[in-house]
């Protein structure tokens, strides 16, 4: 496994591979980052494995000084599944070139995270599209659980690059919880309490499913689980890939 930190190594590494995978990640590694790099080194000839935690990509600076890294246990953790090369640019490097114009996020009316995380999309659009004008991979590797975020880079690769989006599914706990880096910031309650959370709204999906009609208890909802779990709620809502961004 190659450790790789500078842009212009990285090109001469990976220049003539026809069939590479790459996985964008920002590290903390669980179960779930660890289904997307094996489904590369199952498709694909070469991976590569980015580990980078983007700032511009946060709206609160506390959550990015917070956000779990843990850069010695994954190296090891994608040493045993034996991929080929990590990169692990540092922000000088990866944003030494400015951009001349800003790139535009599809974003006609702000909805779920885009509504809520100031700038977000924006930041990830923005380093998705400087990994790719580098690495220039033929399959890149993302999770279903950032629905938003796949759906938005899927939208921005579409006519500029030639990678295909291989969309992998979600990684729950035993508790039903979806695996997620910020899950390690959680006492053992609140893990619990994400649990039940997880598993009052696959319910209630289900019911929507069963019976459209049900969507009208989505405030009814929002207030059961507000008090039932003393938890505040920044938005409920149902979406899929056609009225996300319609209403
Ligand atoms: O999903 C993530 O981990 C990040 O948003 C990504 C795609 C690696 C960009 O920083």
């Excluded at 450790?3 to 779930?32: A, C, D, Q, W």
């Excluded at 039940?196 to 049900?214: D, V």
Aim: hydrophobic share 35%; net charge positive.
């Amino acid at each position: 496994m190659k450790i790789i930190r500078t842009i212009k190594e990285l090109k001469s590494e990976i220049i003539n591979i026809y069939n590479l995978g790459f996985v964008p990640t920002m590290g903390g590694f669980h179960k779930g980052h660890l289904s997307l790099v094996k489904k590369s080194i199952n498709k694909c000839t070469k991976t590569l494995v980015s580990i980078y935690v983007n700032p511009t990509q946060f709206n609160n600076k506390k959550d990015f000084l917070r956000y779990p890294r843990n850069i010695k246990k994954d190296l090891k953790t994608l040493k045993k599944m034996n991929i080929d090369y990590v990169f692990i640019p540092n922000t000088s490097e990866i944003y030494k070139e400015k951009r001349k114009k800003k790139l535009s996020v599809h974003n006609r009316k702000k909805v779920l995270c885009g509504k809520y995380r100031k700038n977000h999309f924006e930041g990830v659009i923005d380093i998705v599209d400087r990994f790719l004008n580098i690495i220039n991979p033929k399959y890149m590797f993302l999770g279903q659980k950032d629905f938003q975020q796949l759906f938005l880079i899927k939208k921005h690769v579409k006519k500029k690059f030639r990678v295909k989006i291989v969309s992998c599914k979600t990684i729950r706990d035993k508790n039903f919880l979806a695996l997620s880096s910020r899950n390690s910031l959680l006492s053992k309650n609140n893990l619990k309490i994400a649990g039940n959370i997880s598993k009052e709204l696959n319910l209630l999906k289900k019911k929507i499913k069963k019976n459209y009609k049900y969507i009208k208890k989505i405030n009814y909802y929002i207030n059961y689980i507000t008090k039932k779990y003393g938890v505040k709620i920044d938005y409920l809502e149902v979406r899929n890939e056609r009225n996300l961004f319609n209403s």
